[in-house]
């Protein structure tokens, strides 16, 4: 693994993804210096209480001045503004990345504002949970977990490699990507499911015939997990669905398409189909848990305290 240590990080935005990426570097002796920007007073000083960053401003310009490694870590929506304000004040020679969920959009949101001398490479690293703020990160968050890069044309070899070195210190798998086709993948395997759960608990709260009460107290493993899903940071997920609408109506249309398969199977009482289906579907599991990404212990390796 190449050696990689930056000599200040400045991360915009310092929400989950933001401080986790702050305490791993600071961890594993990434940067000599973390600064964030925020936007509000409350962020600021819990990075600051926390000993997150070792400065945070309200000006992106002023997090970014000096920085050899800028990382945007605000929702997709704000990308084209901050860019735009930052871009002056970028130094020759730093590498700016971005952890949103989408790539097309943010490679049309940011690039045109990057300057010469400057590597710009997206990326995206694929974790998280559905907690949100300075104080929700932590540095083992990354452990395992694919973060896929999309360089463009401009970015050296030199300057993907340090990322994605940087990137693998920190404990993920890394992977370059055509921006276009990881917007495809992850429409079908982040931003539908996510799509689904907000709307299978928004129906479940909208029933007529059943009472929330009902919901929350009869609520099975199933609908829990989609609870979870659905607690995700709902602008940062409002702003996925917007810039990447193109990926995600297709795969939407083909979901849409098999669902009505399914829901022929169960009218007709075709059990072999719906078996067919599910066996399949089984398989899948197995093989996500065969490559290290998920767990195959019992309710999903959550840990319940023992009765007395």
Same mark, same amino acid.
């Given at each position: 693994?190449?050696?990689?240590? *930056?000599?200040? =990080?400045? /991360?915009?935005?310092?929400?989950?993804?933001?401080?986790?990426?702050?305490?791993?570097?600071?961890? +594993?002796?990434?940067?000599?210096?973390?600064?964030?920007?925020?936007?509000?007073?409350?962020?600021?000083?819990?990075?600051?209480?926390?000993?997150?960053?070792?400065?945070?401003?309200?000006?992106?310009?002023?997090?970014?001045?000096?920085?050899?490694?800028? !990382? /945007?870590?605000?929702?997709?929506?704000?990308?084209?503004?901050?860019?735009? +304000?930052?871009?002056?004040?970028?130094?020759?020679?730093?590498?700016?990345?971005? !952890?949103?969920?989408? %790539?097309?959009?943010?490679? %049309?949101?940011?690039?045109?504002?990057?300057?010469?001398?400057?590597?710009?490479?997206?990326?995206?690293?694929?974790?998280?949970?559905?907690?949100?703020?300075?104080?929700?990160?932590?540095?083992?968050?990354?452990?395992?977990?694919?973060?896929?890069?999309?360089?463009?044309?401009?970015?050296?070899?030199?300057?993907?490699?340090? /990322?994605?070195?940087?990137?693998?210190?920190?404990?993920?798998?890394?992977?370059?990507?055509?921006?276009?086709?990881?917007?495809?993948?992850?429409?079908?395997?982040?931003?539908?499911?996510?799509?689904?759960?907000?709307?299978?608990?928004?129906?479940?709260?909208?029933?007529?015939?059943?009472? +929330?009460?009902?919901?929350?107290?009869?609520?099975?493993?199933?609908?829990?997990?989609?609870?979870?899903?659905?607690?995700?940071?709902?602008?940062?997920?409002?702003?996925? *669905?917007?810039?990447?609408?193109?990926?995600?109506?297709?795969?939407?249309?083909?979901?849409?398409?098999?669902?009505?398969? =399914?829901?022929?199977?169960?009218?007709?009482?075709?059990?072999?189909?719906?078996?067919?289906? *599910?066996?399949?579907?089984?398989?899948?599991?197995?093989?996500?848990?065969?490559?290290? +990404?998920?767990?195959?212990?019992?309710?999903?390796?959550?840990?319940?305290?023992?009765?007395?």
């Amino acid at each position: 693994m190449t050696k990689v240590k *930056f000599k200040r =990080l400045a /991360l915009i935005g310092i929400g989950l993804i933001g401080s986790s990426i702050a305490r791993a570097a600071r961890k +594993q002796g990434l940067s000599e210096e973390i600064v964030c920007a925020a936007r509000t007073a409350d962020s600021r000083r819990i990075a600051k209480e926390l000993g997150v960053v070792d400065a945070a401003y309200e000006s992106p310009v002023e997090a970014v001045k000096g920085a050899d490694l800028v !990382v /945007l870590c605000t929702p997709v929506g704000t990308y084209a503004a901050i860019a735009e +304000q930052i871009a002056p004040y970028l130094e020759k020679g730093a590498i700016v990345t971005d !952890v949103g969920s989408v %790539k097309g959009a943010v490679v %049309k949101a940011i690039g045109p504002h990057i300057p010469e001398g400057v590597d710009f490479i997206p990326g995206h690293p694929v974790a998280g949970t559905e907690k949100s703020g300075p104080a929700a990160g932590f540095a083992e968050l990354f452990i395992n977990r694919w973060c896929i890069l999309t360089p463009c044309d401009q970015a050296s070899e030199a300057a993907v490699e340090k /990322l994605g070195a940087f990137w693998a210190a920190m404990g993920s798998k890394v992977e370059t990507m055509d921006p276009a086709h990881h917007d495809l993948v992850l429409a079908i395997t982040s931003h539908i499911p996510h799509l689904i759960a907000y709307n299978i608990v928004g129906t479940a709260d909208d029933l007529e015939d059943v009472t +929330q009460s009902e919901v929350i107290k009869y609520s099975a493993g199933g609908f829990r997990d989609f609870t979870r899903i659905a607690a995700s940071d709902p602008t940062m997920w409002r702003d996925v *669905f917007l810039h990447n609408k193109d990926a995600v109506l297709e795969m939407l249309g083909r979901f849409t398409e098999d669902l009505a398969q =399914l829901q022929r199977a169960i009218r007709w009482e075709d059990g072999e189909t719906l078996f067919k289906i *599910f066996s399949r579907t089984r398989a899948i599991r197995r093989q996500i848990i065969d490559a290290g +990404q998920e767990t195959p212990e019992p309710d999903f390796g959550r840990t319940h305290k023992s009765e007395e």
